[in-house]
């Protein structure tokens, strides 16, 4: 038996290391040997802490420090018995440990994953139901933030509100992997196989040209409003949408534009701005604009772009309709030579001088996007954008 520290690099995002005890074994003579013995890929592992960093420059690591600065993760001390060697009396150690709303919505979104068929693990949705349901019994989880934040989750206004049909391919995981539990009535049970339909059944569709331009056409007199507000700032401004992404990944040819899924945004635009000092104040005054709309809240985080000659700052804006992510909005003073903007096709413009941002730009956005959304099936579709844009653009 071996101490030491394992290290995973398979899981994209992350960096993991594990603490514990690994067993060795070595053959000897007087053992009876077993023919055709099962062959030991890797030692056994007894696992004792398992340390999960997202990697720099990562939406995963934007959205940890998204989370942090807006109270949705909290770090507790938490006091833990140790008991030293030789064995003596146990002494209590403190540790910072995530809150329980933390563990919450992580089991919640291993659900999600399961039920759109990107988990690599769907083997262990037995236990993913049961740690669901003790969280949800646990006395310290706070049931109002906990209904909130799984109605964040799926996109919907109330989740205890809401009936959705019984997604078959869930049905199909839960008779695979967890016969158990297709019957069960318990309430809990049932709140996470309700959350796995929502998710399966808003598989995100290919992006459509013709559903784009109609967003585009519904929204134009409210963006040119929000323009207005700040017309003494606003050097220019460019569409940054699903349909723009499109006309990138066409030019590439790299790229199988069928299976690029939509956003699920009706529009997203930058606004070029001169001074740094802008950003700030013109953000506030789109945020007040915005949420004057009915049902309209508004999430934004101000972020840097490390350029060939320097960086620039940006401040990004997420509009949620019944708290749904609609419309984003960037703000940047990168020069027209930093973050050139084009103009966009004869068939695509809402006027004769409607601007295409730079790929870039696209993912500079969606990284940030995707980090303010907590709706699963919006942030893993913007989040599979981004993936895509960085396999062309390995700079970015």
Not at 11 to 17: G, M, T, V
Not at 65 to 91: H, K, R
Not at 217 to 243: H, N, P
Request: charged share 20%; net charge negative; aromatic share 6%.
């Amino acid at each position: 038996m071996i101490p030491g520290i394992s290290f995973n690099d398979s899981i994209q995002p992350f960096k993991l290391y594990r603490l514990g005890y690994t067993w060795h074994a070595a053959a000897t003579t007087d053992l009876d040997v077993v023919e055709d013995p099962p062959k030991i890929e890797r030692p056994v592992l007894m696992e004792l802490i398992d340390v999960t960093l997202p990697r720099r420059n990562t939406i995963e690591a934007v959205a940890v420090w998204e989370q942090l600065e807006a109270g949705i993760l909290g770090v507790t001390p938490v006091s833990v018995a140790v008991q030293p060697n030789p064995p003596a009396i146990l002494a209590a150690v403190s540790l910072p440990m995530p809150g329980i709303f933390y563990h919450l919505v992580e089991i919640s979104t291993m659900l999600c994953e399961i039920a759109d068929g990107s988990s690599r693990h769907p083997d262990k949705l037995p236990k993913r139901f049961d740690r669901f349901k003790k969280i949800m019994e646990m006395p310290e989880l706070d049931q109002q933030r906990a209904t909130a934040g799984l109605s964040a989750l799926v996109g919907v206004p109330n989740i205890t509100q809401v009936q959705p049909g019984q997604n078959g391919q869930v049905t199909n995981a839960i008779a695979t992997y967890a016969s158990a539990y297709l019957s069960s009535t318990d309430s809990n049970i049932l709140l996470a196989r309700k959350i796995m339909d929502i998710v399966a059944n808003r598989q995100p569709a290919p992006i459509d040209p013709r559903v784009v331009l109609q967003e585009r056409a519904k929204l134009s007199d409210f963006l040119e409003s929000l323009a207005q507000t700040a017309a003494g700032y606003i050097v220019s401004a460019a569409y940054s949408d699903d349909l723009v992404l499109l006309e990138f990944f066409n030019a590439s040819k790299y790229i199988r534009t069928d299976l690029v899924k939509t956003s699920g945004l009706a529009s997203c635009v930058a606004f070029r701005v001169t001074r740094y000092a802008d950003l700030t104040e013109i953000g506030r005054a789109l945020q007040e604009q915005l949420q004057s709309q009915e049902s309209v809240t508004v999430r934004s985080r101000q972020h840097n772009t490390v350029r060939p000659h320097g960086i620039t700052s940006e401040c990004t804006l997420v509009a949620f309709v019944n708290g749904r992510a609609d419309i984003c909005i960037t703000l940047t003073n990168a020069t027209l030579e930093e973050a050139p903007f084009h103009l966009a096709p004869v068939g695509q413009r809402t006027s004769k001088d409607t601007m295409y941002c730079a790929p870039a730009e696209l993912a500079s956005q969606r990284k940030v996007v995707a980090a303010l959304i907590d709706d699963y099936s919006v942030r893993t579709a913007i989040a599979n954008q981004y993936e895509i844009l960085k396999e062309l653009l390995p700079d970015i």
